[in-house]
């Protein structure tokens, strides 16, 4: 038999179909490991009918691959936003970013300690206060996909009464529901599949308290398309074509200039064929709390200091947040260090002092050539009490030279 490499798919689906550039990849994956299954089968016919076994262990093998593959219906990447629970950009006593609290009376907060989280250094911990809640989070919306289509949602979860901490998928015309945690005070692993209704108008992914009061934990919440319950993940950041061809007109130049950005010749009328790489999509976030030089605290618990750097530009999202203050000043450090172009200051986003929130805005500062950042109790640059609670909660970007 003559080899014959497999076409990979060279289109991409139209928009109307999947309009996001994470579903085009996803369906090129999903068609090449169609592919791939196809050249074994191939293989195992070439090496007879009976190769190392009967024909009906082969044939398990291959039906057993196929479910690893997916029949083209398969996707191991997690469309849940904050899984781990680890972004509180609206403060620890609220729903995380992605995640909505549905139910009255119900209260979500961040869990550092109590259990000890599954995965990473947070949890959310959902209270039920008379009747039955969620935090849930629904997925893109392209009803016309999901329909008839399976996914899998899986969350770990913590519980200390049974029959009371589940998972559940909704896709408008059904709610269905995985088994309950034993409440025996361990994580456990729950997950349900469900195959989306015809006519199916959305996807919506529920951790779930029900059938009486109490406070359950959830963490590694993971929604993926087929019926694998996958190993939790976090979910991608959005990417772009790495090598993008396009137009680029401009009335200052006359004629044209076919090349890459950045040459130097000029024209008037149009640049064509303009190709344009970066990463700016594919920066991940990283925590440099663990790292930093922390002053104004004897007891902390969080200091998240979120960076990525881009090109010359350093983005920081912070929080910093103790039970005890044990100075009138507040500094942090940063990886990188800023230019002498120019002085920084900003205002905080949220602060507290001495325990109680403050109404008036409060400042951060950066000077130049610095990686030591100092915040103040108001804008004339106030000291801090030196006891009782106190926070700080804001983001900036600033050009560095390293």
Known sequence: MTYVPPVYPTTIPTVGDLPDRVDDVDWLYAARYNELKK?????????????????????????????????????????????????????????????????????????????????????AALTRSGTDCTIQQSGPERPSYYQNRTYTFGCWAWASVANRACLSVNDGITESFSSYHTGNSTWQWL??????????????????????????????????????????????????????????????FAGSLNGSVGATTPAAGSFTDIIATGDIYNVQWADYGGSSTIIGWSTLETKKIMYKKIGSLVFVAFYIDGSVSNSSVVTFTLPYTSNGNTYLRGTLGEAKNNGAFIASASKWYLNINSNIVSCFVDMAGSGWTASGGKMVLGQFFFETNE
Request: charged share 10%; with cysteine; hydrophobic share 40%.
């Open 39 to 123: 050249e074994l089968r191939a293989a195992l016919t070439e090496l007879g009918t009976t190769p190392k076994g009967a024909s009906a262990n082969v044939a398990a093998r291959l039906a057993t691959l196929q479910i690893s593959l997916g029949n083209g219906i398969t996707n191991p990447t997690n469309i849940i936003y904050n899984g781990k629970f680890i972004l509180w950009t609206n403060g620890i006593a609220v729903a995380p970013d992605g995640w909505t609290l549905v139910g009255a009376g119900a209260s979500v907060a961040r869990e550092l300690t109590t259990p000890t989280p599954k995965l990473g250094t947070d949890c």
């Open 191 to 252: 997950s349900y599949t469900m195959t989306m209704a015809p006519a199916a108008t959305h996807i919506i992914a529920r951790c779930y308290l029900a059938n009486g009061d109490t406070t359950v934990c959830f963490v590694g919440a993971i929604l993926v398309e087929g019926s694998i319950p996958y190993a939790f993940s976090t979910k991608p950041l959005p990417t772009v074509n790495p090598t993008a061809v396009g137009v680029m007109t401009s009335p200052k």
